[in-house]
C-alpha cells in the first residue's frame, strides 16, 4: 500500500499540530519516547521533526509532508514546494517576527550601525546573508540557547531573536532596532512527491482538511428563534461568513436562523440579540469551515 511520510513538528508546535490534525479527522498517538508516532490512516506514516530540520527532510524526500516556519525554510534555503500558508489560527498561524535587539544603553540606532560587530542568533545563514545584502560587514556566530543573555552580558554586541510581542525583549531590558523578516508557519511538500499523482491527491485532502478546521478556530454556530416582527431586527445584529441562514418554523409568524460568528463577540452580542427579540438561542463548536 502507498504510503505519504509526514513529518510533526517536535517542539513548541508538536501538541498544536497534533490537535489540529485531531480537528481535521486524523488521530495521532505516540509516548514521550517515540519519534513515530502512530496515526488512525493506513495512507499516513508519521516522524517527529524538528521544526529547524524540516524543509531540509522534506527537500530530501525523506518527507513527502511536513510543516515548518517560514524562516527556517529561508534558512536552510530548502528547495520544496509550499502547499499552504497557515494564516488563519491564533495559535499556528500568528507571525512571529524575527528581530535585531540590543541593551536599551547601547548607542546603536540602526542596522548600519552594526559594521564590524558581532551578532548572536540561532538563524545564521539568513542573518548573514541579509546583513551581507546591505553590504554590512557583521561577525555572526550561532547561539545555542538563551541568546538574550548574551547580549544582556555584553558578550555580543546585538543578537537576532523571535519575537511574537516583544514582552520578554523588555523584559530584559532590551531594545528592538530593526525587523529583518516575519515568520508563520507553513505546509510544505517534497517536489517529487507533489509530481506523483497520488501523493498530491493525498497532500490536497489534508490542506482542504488542515485549513477547513484551522478557519474553524475561534468561530461559533448560534442558532435561534425569532418572531416575525423582530426578524429585520436580530438579522442586523449578525456577522456571519456570507449571510445568515434563516428558514421558516411551522409557526408562519417564527423563523429560525443560525449563524457563524467569532467566539470573542459572543459576550456581548448574545444579550444584545435577546433584547432584540431572539428566543432560544444556542451555541456550539465547529471543528471545521471549508
Known amino acids: 500500500m502507498k504510503q505519504l511520510r509526514l513529518g510533526i513538528p517536535k517542539g513548541s508546535l508538536e501538541a498544536y499540530t497534533v490537535d489540529l490534525f485531531k480537528k481535521a479527522g486524523w488521530r495521532i498517538t505516540y509516548d514521550d519516547r517515540s519519534y513515530f508516532p502512530d496515526v488512525d490512516d493506513e495512507e499516513l506514516s508519521c516522524t517527529l521533526v524538528r521544526a529547524q530540520e524540516m524543509s531540509r527532510y522534506v527537500e530530501s524526500g ?19 514546494v509550499v502547499v499552504q500558508d497557515l494564516v488563519y489560527s491564533k495559535v499556528l498561524a500568528k507571525q512571529a517576527r524575527w528581530v535585531l535587539v540590543v541593551r536599551e544603553d547601547s548607542p546603536i540606532q540602526k542596522i548600519e550601525d552594526l559594521q564590524g560587530k558581532k551578532i548572536s542568533t540561532e538563524l545564521v545563514n539568513f542573518t548573514k546573508k ?10 555572526v556566530e550561532f547561539s545555542w540557547g538563551a541568546t538574550e543573555a548574551k547580549v544582556v552580558e555584553g ?19 532590551l531594545r528592538i532596532v530593526h525587523e529583518l523578516m516575519k515568520t508563520n508557519t507553513q505546509l ?36 435561534m428563534n425569532v418572531s416575525k416582527e423582530n426578524l429585520g431586527r436580530v438579522v442586523l445584529l449578525l ?37 432584540a427579540g431572539a428566543e432560544g438561542i444556542i451555541e456550539y463548536s465547529l471543528n471545521k469551515v471549508i
Open 155 to 173: 558578550l555580543v554586541d546585538a543578537i537576532v531573536e523571535v519575537t511574537e510581542t516583544g514582552s520578554t525583549i523588555r523584559a530584559n531590558k
Open 188 to 223: 510544505i511538500a517534497n517536489k517529487d512527491a507533489w509530481a506523483d499523482p497520488w501523493k498530491k491527491r493525498k497532500i490536497e485532502q489534508i490542506r482542504i482538511l488542515l485549513v477547513g478546521s484551522l478557519q474553524a478556530m475561534g468561530k461559533v454556530v448560534l442558532k
Open 62 to 80: 525523506t518527507l513527502d509532508l511536513g510543516l515548518t516556519g517560514r524562516d527556517w525554510i529561508l534558512e536552510n534555503g530548502s528547495d520544496i
Open 130 to 139: 541579509y546583513f551581507a545584502e546591505r553590504k554590512i560587514n557583521v561577525q
Open 239 to 275: 456577522p456571519s461568513l456570507k449571510a445568515p441562514t434563516i428558514s421558516g418554523l411551522f409557526n408562519e409568524e417564527w423563523y429560525a436562523i443560525e449563524t457563524v460568528v467569532d467566539r470573542s463577540i459572543v459576550r456581548e452580542l448574545i444579550p444584545l440579540l435577546q433584547e
